[in-house]
């Protein structure tokens, strides 16, 4: 199978703290796990993203890991702040080999982050 | 840096009319183009996924004769909506990137389908 799940779908968080999401996939051949953050009434912008042969990558305040025994990976948001308000999607693909490789995403998390 | 326009913004026509959209990559070679819908649950369908001058690959439940689409240069490509009814509204949204280079998929901003 070629899906990817995503978790939660609604995220609430207070200021200041941590946000989680998680997602797995299906196809284990999968070896790039990039994340988009879509503002309402805009596109998906790429925010972070990890290749198959790192298990840890941190951005700023960004930290993905992935988990490729379990077929897992997270979106972890340190220190968050109310711009961090947003859809968030995972995505997983066969990367760079084909043309015709997919980006196939997860179903989105809305996280609101609260004062 | 690398960009991708993608026009109109927003569209309305009336049911079982077509519209086409178009997405212009700028600062990269658009040698895949990918096609998404994303539904009002906010999931992305991809349509199908497209290499420069060769063959357009269409996923389940889309196909050929409802979604044409063009991809002509490592700039430009398009996508038409044909006979369009209230199940084809969404926001469509086209990926570019230089499969060859880089994994990373650069998204337009994504045109909005509103069907009368």
């Known amino acids: 199978g070629e899906q990817v799940e995503q978790l939660p779908s609604i995220l609430r968080v207070q200021e200041g703290s941590s946000a989680s999401i998680n997602c797995s996939y299906e196809?284990?051949?999968?070896?790039?796990f990039p994340w988009y953050k879509q503002e309402p009434g805009e596109n998906p912008k790429l925010i972070i993203d990890?290749?198959?042969?790192?298990e840890r990558k941190q951005i700023q305040e960004l930290i993905v890991l992935l988990d490729k025994k379990a077929k897992r990976f997270s979106l972890h948001i340190t220190d968050t702040q109310p711009g961090d308000s947003a859809m968030y999607f995972c995505?997983?693909?066969?990367?760079?080999?084909?043309?015709?490789?997919?980006?196939?995403f997860g179903q989105g998390t809305s996280l609101s982050v609260v004062p | 840096g690398a960009l991708v326009y993608q026009y109109p913004r927003r569209t309305i026509c009336k049911s079982g009319t077509s519209m086409r959209m178009e997405c212009q990559a700028v600062g990269f070679q658009a040698t895949s183009v990918a096609w998404y819908r994303q539904s009002p649950q906010k999931t992305f369908e991809l349509i199908a996924l497209s290499t420069v001058n060769s063959a357009i690959k269409y996923e389940q439940n889309f196909t050929q004769e409802k979604f044409p689409i063009s991809h002509p240069n490592l700039s430009f490509s398009s996508m038409t909506v044909l006979n369009a009814y209230l199940e084809d509204r969404g926001l469509y949204l086209c990926?570019?990137?230089?499969?060859?280079?880089?994994?990373?998929?650069?998204f337009g901003s994504g045109t909005r389908l509103t069907v009368l």
């Open positions: 196809d284990s051949a999968s070896n790039y």
């Open positions: 990890i290749r198959s042969n790192m």
């Open positions: 995505a997983a693909s066969r990367g760079a080999s084909s043309s015709f490789s997919k980006l196939v």
């Open positions: 990926g570019a990137r230089d499969w060859g280079v880089s994994e990373t998929l650069y």
